[in-house]
């Protein structure tokens, strides 16, 4: 038995509200998981070293630590 039939067969033991919060949150996975499908399986990786030569990231970050934090006093 596939997972998708194990989860079908206990779904349909659950009363309506709850079976309905099953549909809601395999909703949510689906749409949680198209964003990051085999089609795109390096959305992220053409940002890796985007920031490498920025100057606000070649000065020490304990001095840019510092400098966020005085803009908060």
């Known amino acids: 038995m ?5 989860i079908y067969e206990l779904v349909k033991t659950l ?7 099953v549909l809601v949150f395999v ?14 399986p390096q959305a992220l990786s053409h940002y890796f070293g985007v920031l490498q030569d920025s100057p ?7 001095e840019i630590q510092r ?7």
Not at 2 to 6: E, G, L, Q
Not at 15 to 21: G, K
Not at 67 to 73: D, H, Q
């Open 2 to 6: 596939s997972t998708a039939d194990t």
């Open 15 to 21: 009363p309506e509200e709850q079976a309905s919060l």
């Open 27 to 40: 909703e949510f996975l689906r749409q949680r998981f198209r964003s990051i499908s085999p089609e795109h």
């Open 56 to 62: 606000n990231f070649n000065e020490d970050p304990i």
């Open 67 to 73: 400098a966020m934090r005085s803009e908060w006093e």
